[in-house]
């Protein structure tokens, strides 16, 4: 059954059960999710790799600027999809939240804690009256005290712990490959191009143009840093 | 006039002699236990060390109430960090929360000068704390009315490699030479020993 089956009067507001238990305001959120230009996330042991299809609305943008990948904290990254201006509201707040840890405890933020947080927030806009959900997933990468950690998380506020994990519109052609060339014991640069090859794969299967963006937190400076688009350019050339 | 004013700080202010250091295991907190109101001994038995978690604890000096409260609310954050991290509070992290709480009350200050100890993953260490929240990292330290006699002999005896015996009989002489000149401070210690295996607790008759 599809979940446009039906939905009658229970899409009218959010905080309104179907009688067969569904929320739908926050169903639909989700398809927004899933509809979004394909991310992913992949951990390996020297680091975290953030990728990002970001397509051109015209010929005349920049495409120097990126709208899907962003700093969080010196040690923690984001990538979001779906609607992009409601992703930039959290992503302020996941920032406030953890200066805010810094300024608390004197120390940076675990990106669990961190994922739980927005997951929080996300969750008051499924219940309060008068508001409609987040239409984001964000995938949160980052290097804490227990190590190298990935989490996503969903309209509805529930947040999880990958080793790899891609949302979007890509995400089938995405998932197939991880799934089969993924492994834990890849180095960085190796996690950087199997992350490149999957958005490339899924954008070519769409007959789309080939627009990657590449943001990595290394172990061993645990500092963010977005990949130079030359960089990312001749990776997506040399990669079949 | 001046004499007039010095009595009613005393009055409300109790001694103490207060001292905490790190050994080569861990940290050694140590107290002694009387309260005095002026020229009065109020309590023989006061305590003035305290365990926050099963890895870090508190030594103070100042109002008794105020470090009372001070060390449960420290105590409900490093348990609340602990159900929403997965993992314990480090020794910086709790000191730096009663810093903050300090801080927050500058207006209207806990009148209390706090070493705060303990063991996590980066090893032992202690942190002072003042009354307004100033958070400096140590080796050995002492507060209170008796910590210009103590700090000496610390000085004098301290070192790095000291395991729990030798950092165990440097406190009691720097205790000794403190409770025997400081009439604000005496009637025994109380010890708070903080290794990796946890918090062990020991009382001194001195």
Redo the contacts between chains.
Sequence with gaps: MSIFAAPGAYDRAITVFSPDGRLFQVEYALETVNRGATILGLVCREGIVLGAEEKLESKLQDSAFTWKLFPVDSHVGAAVVGLGSDARILIDQARVTCQSNR?????PM?V??LS?RIGDIKQLYTQHAGVRPFGVSIIFGGID??GNRLFSTDPSGTYRAYKAVTVGVGRETVEGILKAEYREDLNLDETTNLAIKSLKKALQSRDEQIRVKISRIPAATKTYQIMPDDEVEKRVKTLE | MVEQHQQNRYYLMPGATTLGMVFSEGVLLVSEKRVTYGYFVTSKAGRKVFTITDHIGAACAGLVADMQVLIREVGAYANLFKLDNGRRISVKAAAKVMSNLLFGRRLFPLITQTIVGGVDEEGPSIWVLDVLGSLLPDKYAAVGTGAEIAVGVLEEGYSDEMGLEKAKALAVRAMKSALSRDSMSGNGADFLIITREGVQEESMKL
């Design positions: 300024l608390m405890y004197d120390e675990d669990e804690v739980k005290k227990s």
